[in-house]
């Protein structure tokens, strides 16, 4: 079955940082209302961690990442699922989401961050223009959060995160 993307694209005005996900995962809760909702994911925990705040609904998320000039979406805007997994590895028959040409086009985008390798080799696959178009943006891709990623620890990735993202 194809699944489209529940979530729109969050880009705030002063928009200096993108972070590029692959694709939400299944969503099993309802209280999974935004970008890495899922229980068992790491993100928002690392990012609490990070800048020292308490994000307990979408709209704080949304303010944080608003004060920092992240905005936020996925590069994939449909596709299925192999299994019913949400492993990278597992989703198939891709449609990449366009609007990231236009948040990379209409913002002064310093840096992108991909949640993962399987993002980053997507990206400067399919949007290599951009890549050449814009070389003087860098390219970060951030230890994935997902608790599959076992090979380094939630203390290391906060460490990383800290290093690499934006200051408050």
Same mark, same amino acid.
């Given at each position: 079955?194809?699944?489209?993307?529940?979530?729109? !694209?969050?880009?705030? %005005?002063?928009?200096?940082?993108?972070? *590029?996900?692959?694709? %939400?995962? #299944?969503? $099993?809760? /309802?209280?999974?209302?935004?970008?890495?909702? %899922?229980?068992?994911? *790491?993100?928002?925990?690392?990012?609490?961690? /990070?800048?020292?705040? =308490?994000? #307990?609904? &979408?709209?704080?998320? #949304?303010?944080?990442? +608003?004060?920092?000039?992240?905005?936020? %979406?996925? @590069?994939?805007?449909?596709?299925?699922?192999? +299994? &019913? +997994?949400? *492993?990278?590895?597992?989703?198939?028959?891709? /449609?990449?989401? !366009?609007?990231?040409?236009?948040? @990379?086009?209409?913002?002064?985008?310093?840096?992108?961050?991909?949640?993962?390798?399987?993002?980053?080799?997507?990206?400067?696959?399919?949007?290599?223009?951009?890549?050449?178009?814009?070389? #003087? @943006? !860098? *390219?970060?891709?951030?230890? =994935?959060? +997902?608790?599959?990623?076992?090979?380094? &620890?939630? $203390?290391?990735?906060?460490?990383?995160?800290?290093? /690499?993202?934006?200051?408050?």
């Amino acid at each position: 079955m194809i699944e489209t993307h529940p979530f729109g !694209d969050f880009v705030p %005005t002063n928009t200096q940082y993108l972070l *590029l996900g692959s694709f %939400t995962g #299944q969503i $099993t809760d /309802v209280s999974y209302d935004w970008f890495y909702g %899922t229980k068992r994911n *790491l993100f928002w925990p690392i990012i609490q961690e /990070v800048y020292g705040v =308490s994000l #307990q609904s &979408k709209l704080e998320k #949304q303010e944080l990442f +608003s004060e920092l000039g992240i905005a936020i %979406t996925d @590069i994939i805007l449909s596709c299925e699922r192999k +299994s &019913k +997994s949400n *492993l990278d590895m597992n989703l198939t028959n891709i /449609v990449l989401n !366009d609007e990231v040409r236009s948040i @990379i086009k209409n913002n002064q985008i310093r840096k992108i961050f991909f949640s993962s390798r399987f993002v980053e080799k997507l990206f400067k696959k399919y949007f290599r223009e951009l890549v050449l178009e814009y070389p #003087q @943006i !860098d *390219l970060v891709t951030l230890p =994935s959060p +997902s608790p599959r990623y076992a090979a380094m &620890k939630k $203390t290391e990735k906060i460490a990383l995160y800290k290093e /690499v993202l934006p200051k408050l």
